[in-house]
C-alpha cells in the first residue's frame, strides 16, 4: 500500500512541521537569571505592552550596567545581581495576546521550559489571574505590577504579589484630598460621581462611594452613561441643574473628549473637577480638549518630580532613549520590576521558595522607589500595603503634581478653570 | 479497508503523540488542538455538512464555558457540573437563533449569526449576574478531582481526545445515515433539495442543534481548564472565526478535516509567540491570513482534499 504510506508521511510530516522549532530550545547562556514577562505585546492592549516592554528594556540594562548616577535605586550602581555574583538578568518575553488561555499556556512554557525563576506581567487582570494559577500550582514567584482588579489578591495564594496601588487606594487618595481641602476652609459638600459602566467605571465609582460614606463625604449624584457615547448633553445638564462642589469623571478617552466639548458647550465649570486616569490621562485627549479642561485633577503613581530626584532621573534616562516621557502604566511596571529584582538579589538563589521568601520580606523605602508609593511591603495575600498616589493638575499642557504638599511640584489652582 | 487502516494508525499516532513529547508546554499544544478539534468538528457539523456557514458559534463555546464557572459561582459545584446546564441553554439558543435566521441564505445567513454573536457578547459583558466585564473565575485552587484541575496536561489531552472520538462517531454515523444524504443535498442546493421532498429546515436545525450542543461542550471542557470567562475570551467573533478556519483549513465537510486543521493551526499559534515572543508580534495573525488566502485560492476543500486527490490519481 505505498499510497496509504505517503499519504501518512505526509500527514506526519504537516502535524511536526510547527512544532519543529520548540523542540530545538534556542541555546541561552547559562549564567543569566531569566524572568518570565508576559505582556500584551499584540491585540487590542498592544500599545500599552509595548511601552511597558521599552521600560522594562531600560530597566534591564539598568541592572545589567552600572548607573552610578540612580542612588537608592536597587541594583543600579554595579552590573547584575550583586548577590548572585554578579550574575546578569535575562528578560525572556511572551505575547499574551490579549487572551487568558494563550496567556496560561505561555506560562506554562516560560516556566516547564525556559526554567525561568519568577513571572512578571500580565497587565489584563483576567490574564493576570489565569497566568498567576499557573505559577501558583508550580511554585513559581508571580509579580503583577499593572493589574487593579480586587480579587487578584482574595484568592489565598502563596506565590502572588502585587506591588500596584488597587481601587481603594485610589479612593483614599480623592477622599484624602476633599478632606484637606475642607481643612483649608474650601466648601465641598456635595459631590456628583460621572461614570460609565464597564468594570473600570463601575468599580471606581463603588470604591469611591465606599470610601466617601466612611469619611462622612456625601455623595450626592451618580451619574452613569454608556461606554463610546455619541451624546452626553443629558447627564451635563442633570450635572448643571444640581451643581455639585465637585464632579469626578471615570471615563475612556473618547468619553472624556466628549464630555469636555459638551461642559464647554453647555457653558458649565464646576468649581473643583476630578478626571480619573484612563480617559484624562491619555495624550489625545490632552491634545484635542486640554485647552478646555485647564485645572482638572487626575491620579498618577508617578510623576517626574523635582530634578535630582529619583524619579526625574529614571524620566530622563526614559525620554532619552526613546523620546517621550515615561508613562503612569509603564512606570508602575518598572517599579514593581525593581521590586522583584531586588528581592532575587537579597535571595541570593534562583531558588523559588527563597525569592518568596525574599518578596514577602521587602520592605522597600521611599528613596528607593521612582513611583509616589511610600513604600513597598506586602500583606499576607500579596498586596503592597504602602502603595499610594499623588494627584495632579492639568496646567496647560502638563500635568504637575500638587496633592499631597509634600510632593507637590506646582500649586493648586482652584477653582476649576476648563476653558480661558 | 486502507482508509481504515489509516485512520486507525493516525488516531494512533494522536494519542501516543503526547506522551511522546514528554514536555508540558507541548503537551498543553496537543490538548489544546484536541479541543480546539472539538469545536471545529461540531462546528463542521452545520457548517461544513449542511453548508450553513455560521461565524457566530461563540454564541454556543460561551454557553458552555460561563455556565461551567456561573453553576461554580452560585452552587460551590465543580464547574464541569455546569457542562450539562450549558448544552441546555446552547440548544435552547439554537433554536431561538435557528428558526429565523435559517431563512436566510448564504453570506445573509453568515452575516445575521455575527450580528447575533456581537449582541449576546456586548450583553453579557454589561450583565451583573454574569460578571460583567470582570468575567467568572473557576476554583482559585482544586478543592477535589471533580474539580478537574490537573498540573498535568495530561488528563485533559485524554479527557478531550475523548469526547472528541464521541463526536467523530456521532458525525461518521451521520454522514452515512439519510440524514447524511439529506445534508449534502442542502449544501448542494436547498432549493433542489426541497423540491425532491427533502424537509430542508427540520434538517437544518437538527444538524445546528447537534452541533450547538458539542460547541457548548467545547466551552465547558475551556472553562474547566482555563478557569476564567470573560466576554472577549468565551464570546469574542475570534472564537467563532477561528472555528471556521480550523475547519477550512483542514477540510470543511469532511470527518477528519477540522482535526488535521487544528493540528496545524493551534501548534503554530503557540510556536511562533515562542519563537518570537517579544520581536515578531502579531506575527500569528499575518499567519492566520496567509493561510486564509492560500486556502481560498489554491483549496477551497482543505487539505484533507489534496490528499484523497493523490489517492485517487494513484488509482
Known sequence: MPNVRRRLLLLAGLLAAPSLPVIAPPAAAEDTVKIGVIEPLSGGAASAGQAIKAALELGTEIVNTPYPDMQGLPLAAGTGFPGLGGRKLELDYADNQGSPAVGQNQALRLITQDHVVALFGAYQSGITLTTSAVAERYGIPFLAPESVATN????????????????????RAYIGFVLDQRKQGRKIDSVAIVNDTTEYGTSIAEVIKKQADAEGVKVTQNVTYNVNATDVSSQVLQLKQASPDLVIFISYTSDAILYARTMKNLDYRPPIVIGDDSGFSDPSFIESVGDLVQGAINRSAFAPGRPGTLSYKMNALYHQRFGRDLDETSARSLQGFFVLVDAINRAGSTDPGKIQAALRATDMKPAQLFTGYNGVKFDDK?????????????????????????????????PYAGWK | MSRRFTALVVVAVLLAAPLLLGNAFLQRVAALVMLAAISASAWNLIGGYAGQVSIGHAVFFGAGAYSALLVYKLTDWPPIAGAPVGVA????????????????????????????????????????F??????????????SLADLSFLSPLPYFYLFAAVLAVLL?????????????YLGAIRAGERAALSLGVPVLRYKLLALLLSAGFTALAGSLYAVMVGFVDAESALGILISVQMVIIAALGGAGTLFGPLLGAAILIPLQETTNALFGGGGTGLTYIVYGAIIL???????????????????RVA
Request: aromatic residues 10%.
Open chain 2, 130 to 143: 454574569v460578571g460583567a466585564a470582570v468575567g467568572l473565575m473557576g476554583p482559585a485552587v482544586p478543592r
Open chain 2, 294 to 312: 492560500l486556502i481560498a485560492r489554491f483549496r477551497p476543500g482543505g487539505l484533507l482534499e489534496l490528499l484523497h486527490w493523490r489517492r485517487r
Open chain 1, 152 to 171: 487578584l489578591t482574595e484568592r489565598g495564594f502563596k506565590w502572588f504579589f502585587r506591588t500596584t496601588p488597587i481601587g481603594p487606594d485610589i479612593a
Open chain 1, 382 to 414: 500579596g498586596q503592597n500595603t504602602e502603595s499610594a498616589m499623588l494627584l495632579t493638575q492639568l496646567q496647560g499642557k502638563d500635568y504637575v503634581a500638587v496633592w499631597p504638599q509634600a510632593e507637590a511640584t506646582g500649586s493648586l489652582q482652584l
Open chain 2, 89 to 128: 441553554v446552547s440548544l435552547l439558543l439554537a433554536c431561538v437563533i435557528g428558526l429565523p435566521t435559517f431563512r436566510l441564505r448564504g453570506h445573509y445567513f453568515s452575516m445575521a449569526t455575527i450580528a447575533v454573536a456581537e449582541l449576546i457578547r456586548i450583553v453579557v459583558s454589561n450583565w451583573q
Open chain 2, 169 to 181: 462517531f456521532l458525525t461518521w454515523q451521520m454522514q452515512r445515515s439519510r440524514m447524511g444524504f
